[in-house]
Every structure is written in structure tokens, then in C-alpha cells.
């Protein structure tokens, strides 16, 4: 990106190794601050690994991880300028548990041991609630969240702690198509309020139209740049392989891959 | 019936019964949303080679087990994150290992007069009042110490990885979590027995979760059902001449039978104002 003031994100040379298959090779990349970038790329193809590796939840091989000019493992309160949301699969959803407990969550790192959330962080969990929408949700059972609204439930727990910098994965899945684009329109309100955005998703299509830049990652990152550029090029047919085909519609082109029988 | 009350031997079962029922229910909660059943049961039969080694060494077994439960707890913990190996692998092989340990400490006694049976299966008439020290003893510190990680505990069982990434020691309250259970099941073992244990942590939890969802709320209802099983099976198995922990374990299956029928859950499913949405 054009931007010259210090990334947010740097990762150079970046590998990493699970049980002796390589994950991600030589994996660089800048994150400038007011960047809105989706990564995309098939299944499998280390998308979440580098979300993890930049939240220091995985370790590289070899490589540099820095965030916020820090290893990720090293940082303390700098820790609470990242929001992520997981994919969605990996909690429980039936668990028993309300609205408001579910982004009060995400100040119970700040709260620290042996203390009770105040009234500053309630206040600051409802203030994350009103922002994503879902105020009059408090008290319902995240259970009986529809998949868009547990979404935002999921997002309202990273704005808990104000983040400056935002980590999602695949947010829409479970989301169905009025939801997804009203959770994008989200996203992009949040950038324009300053935060940096990095959205790993599926949504080829609705993402690119949201985003200033695009991430192709197979297990290598295969292609940076604007949505324009990077959808549509060589580096989308290498990476989906001869079976994806590309149309025209709207501002950017659209992808379709062909599942395999 | 109300006879059995005056009796010195009821009165402590009674008294660490409830306390059994209570921590066995609150322990449970953790356990059943963090899918930990399995771990619970291993944990559980481990106990037998800390009781063996009690009798064997002439210990409270008690004492014993409590080491040998938390030695357990921490194997399976270390070895199912620290290497390849997947936790329920190595939950079998704790299982089997240390019962195999207490059969083999059993041989090592001389002609063995000891009540295994009651430590198998459970007994009102073996609790004797330093047991019922051991078990008031342990079932405090447990709740003081999940009193003292409410928030961090609850963090950890619903979304590890969140709470790791938000500045919450994940890895560390996860073994605060799995020793808990390891003091659970020792301070039950004497009037639930060992085979037992794990239901009793078990079945309350998830009775209650089928009727409600919010977290408070159900460790509420699961202490209710948790303390009404354990008095009620003691109170039933004097009369009816039967095994204290078997009749205890039995009336919490009905009742969580009653309450799956019962349960919001079960109906709430397909309605209208809850879309399906996950594949």
C-alpha cells in the first residue's frame, strides 16, 4: 500500500510447520494503519494459520512476526488495540451464555484476577453492543442469536477494548446474504472510524467491493493488491486452479469456483 | 425412615453427601460445557491406585488419592497439549495405567482385609468423621478457589483461544480446571465410590443445562439437583438396603431424563423466529 507510516503489521519471510507439512513459505506482508484488506484463498491454505500466526497463537518456523513493532507473544497491554473474531464452528453456540456476558468477555483480560468487570467495563460492553447494533440483545441467550446477530456479538466482544486494529475469520459463515452485506457495511463504517481491518473470507464477490486490497494466500501469498487488480488476474487462476471462472458484475469482477465432485 | 437420622454414621453421610452433591454440580458445569466427561472418569479410576497406595503404606487413602488424582490430571494435561498425542488417548492411557498401579499395590498387601468394595462403589457406613473433615476441607477450598476464577473459568470453557488472545492465562486456568475436577473426585469417592464419580459430576450439569441458558442459572439448578440426588440416594439406600452411590447416581439419571423431556431445548429447535442457518 502507498502508505508510509510504520505497519501495523510486518511478517517477513514468514514459515510455519505443523506436524512436518509447511503451512504457510516465505510468507511477507505489511498491514498499514487504515488498511481494509480481505484475505482470500482456498480451503486449506493457511488463511486462519496466518491470522494466528499474527495474533501469536502460532509460532513461525522461521520468519519475523511484528505487531504493533512487537513479537505478537511479547506484547502486554498492546495486546487490548487487537480485536479478533474467530471462526464462528469454534465455540459452542448452544453454550449456555447471554449476549452481554459474551462481549463483556472481552474485558475480562483487562479486569484482571481476582476482580469483577466494573461499571466502566459494562458501560464499555454496552457501548461495543450499541455500535455493532445489537443493544436490545443484551439479555438474549446466545442461542437465539440468528447467525447474523451472533456475529455481531462476536465483533461488539473485540470492540470491547476500542481495538485499533481488527482480525476476522470468514465473519459471514452461518450468515445468510442480507445479513453478510449488511455486516460489510458494518465493517466498512468501523474503517471509516479509523480501525484497520484484516478479513479472512470466502465472499470473493461481496468482499471486494467493501475492501482497498486483496490477499491471495495458498500456503505462499500469491497475490497483494488492489481487488481489481489481484481478482481477475493469473495469480486467481493459478491459485483456484483451470476450474475457476470469472464474470463481470458491478465494479469488480466476480468469482465461481466449481466444487470438485 | 426419620429414625436413620438420629444415627451418628447418617448424619455425616448427610452432611458430606450435600457438600458432594454441590461441588460435584459446579465442578460438573465445567466439565459438560468443556466436554471434559472423559477426563472426569479417568481421573476418577486413577483414584484406585492412590487409594491402594493408602492402604498399602497405612495412609488416610483419601490423602493419598489426592496426590496421585492431581499427579493424574496434570499427566493427561501435559501430555494431550504437550505432544501429539489427542487427549482422549491419553486419558486411556492414565485410566488404565493407574488402575493397573492399584491392582498391583493391592497384591504388594499381605492378605488384604480392606473394604474396597465401599471405595468402588460407595458407602454411608464407611465415612468416618475424619473423612467427613477431608471432604467439608476440600469441597471449600474448590469452591473458594472457583469463586476466586468465576470469570476466567468461564472464559476458558466457552472460547480458549479468545481468552488467550485478550491477556487471559488459558493455558494455566485449564489446569486450575482439570485439578479441580482431580479434588472433586476424591472428596466424593468415600460415599459415591469410585466407578461413580464421574456420573455424579456429570449427570446434574447436564440436567440443568437442558433447562436454561444462561450460565448462572444453570449452576444454580445443577447444585439443586446435584444436592437433591446425593441426600435423597442416601436417605433411599438405608431403607432399601442398597449401595449409596449407585442409588445417589440413579436418582440423578431420572432426573436428567425428566428434564431432557421437560427441556426448552428439545422444543425450541425448529421455530419459526430461529432460522436455520448452520449447515
Known amino acids: 500500500m502507498a502508505n508510509t507510516t510504520s505497519p501495523i503489521i510486518r511478517l517477513t519471510h514468514v514459515d510455519v510447520i505443523f506436524q512436518d507439512v509447511l503451512v504457510l513459505e516465505d510468507v511477507s506482508l505489511n498491514v498499514a494503519p487504515g488498511d481494509f484488506l ?26 519475523a512476526v511484528r505487531l504493533f513493532g512487537k513479537a505478537p507473544w511479547e506484547l502486554n497491554g498492546e495486546r487490548r488495540r487487537v480485536g479478533y473474531v474467530p471462526q464462528v464452528l469454534s465455540v459452542d453456540l448452544n453454550f449456555p451464555v447471554r449476549a452481554e456476558e459474551v462481549v463483556l468477555m472481552g474485558r475480562y483480560g483487562r479486569v484482571g484476577l481476582f476482580r469483577r468487570p466494573s461499571s466502566d467495563d459494562r458501560a464499555a460492553a454496552r457501548r461495543a453492543m450499541e455500535r455493532v447494533g445489537i443493544a436490545d440483545l443484551a439479555d438474549r441467550p446466545l442461542a437465539r442469536l440468528s447467525g447474523g446477530q451472533r456475529q455481531r456479538a462476536f465483533l461488539a466482544r473485540a470492540l470491547a477494548n476500542d481495538p485499533d486494529l481488527l482480525l476476522l475469520d470468514e465473519p459471514t459463515t452461518g450468515v445468510d446474504v442480507a445479513a453478510t452485506e449488511s455486516l460489510y457495511e458494518l465493517l466498512r463504517r468501523l474503517h471509516e472510524e479509523g480501525i484497520t481491518i484484516l478479513v479472512v473470507s470466502h465472499d470473493v464477490g461481496v468482499v471486494a467491493s467493501y475492501v482497498d486490497g486483496v490477499v491471495c494466500v495458498n500456503r505462499r501469498l500469491v497475490a497483494h493488491g488492489r481487488p481489481e487488480e489481484v481478482l481477475g488476474s493469473e495469480a486467481m487462476t493459478q491459485m483456484y486452479g483451470c476450474e475457476a471462472m470469472f464474470f463481470h458484475h458491478g465494479r469488480v469482477p466476480h468469482i465461481v469456483v466449481e466444487k470438485e465432485p | 425412615m426419620t429414625e436413620v437420622l438420629g444415627y451418628a454414621f447418617m448424619q455425616r453421610a448427610l ?6 452433591g454441590a461441588v460435584c454440580a459446579i465442578i ?19 483414584s484406585f491406585g492412590g487409594v491402594a497406595l493408602g492402604f498399602l503404606l497405612g495412609l488416610n487413602p483419601l490423602l493419598t488419592a489426592i496426590g496421585f488424582c492431581l499427579a493424574t490430571a496434570w ?21 488404565a495405567s493407574t488402575m493397573a498401579l492399584g491392582i498391583l499395590f493391592i497384591g504388594l498387601m499381605q492378605g488384604y482385609n480392606v473394604d474396597l468394595f465401599g471405595y468402588l462403589f460407595g458407602s454411608i457406613l464407611a465415612v468416618g468423621e475424619q473423612d ?9 477450598a474448590v469452591l473458594v478457589v472457583v469463586g476466586l476464577f468465576f470469570k476466567e473459568l468461564l472464559f476458558v470453557t466457552f472460547d480458549p483461544e479468545m481468552a488467550e488472545v485478550t491477556g487471559v492465562p488459558a493455558g494455566r486456568v485449564y489446569f486450575l480446571l482439570i485439578s479441580l475436577v482431580a479434588l472433586t473426585v476424591v472428596l466424593s469417592i468415600k460415599v459415591v465410590g469410585i466407578v461413580l464419580v464421574s456420573a455424579l459430576i456429570v449427570t446434574p450439569a447436564a440436567a440443568a443445562y437442558q433447562l436454561t441458558e444462561d450460565f448462572r442459572r444453570m449452576m444454580a439448578l445443577a447444585v439443586v439437583i446435584g444436592v437433591s440426588s446425593t441426600v435423597g440416594g442416601l436417605l433411599l439406600s438405608y431403607p432399601l438396603n442398597t449401595a449409596s452411590g449407585a442409588t445417589i447416581v440413579l436418582l440423578a439419571t431420572l432426573v436428567f431424563f425428566m428434564a431432557a423431556l421437560a427441556s426448552p431445548r428439545r422444543w425450541r429447535r ?7 442457518e448452520q449447515p
Do not use: C, M
Open chain 2, 270 to 276: 425448529p421455530a419459526a423466529h430461529h432460522p436455520v
Open chain 1, 38 to 63: 480481505a484475505i482470500i484463498g482456498p480451503n486449506g491454505a493457511g488463511k486462519t494459520t496466518l491470522l494466528r500466526v499474527i495474533l501469536g497463537l502460532v509460532r513461525p518456523a522461521s520468519g
Open chain 2, 132 to 140: 467427613v473433615w477431608i471432604t467439608l476441607g476440600l469441597g471449600a
Open chain 2, 28 to 46: 460438573g458445569v465445567y466439565v459438560v460445557l468443556k466436554g471434559l466427561s472423559f477426563i472426569g472418569a479417568g481421573i476418577a479410576h486413577a
Open chain 2, 15 to 20: 452432611l458430606a453427601g450435600a457438600v458432594i
Open chain 2, 75 to 95: 499427566g493427561i494435561g501435559l501430555v494431550a497439549r504437550k505432544s501429539q498425542v489427542k487427549e482422549d488417548t491419553a486419558v486411556g492411557i492414565f485410566f
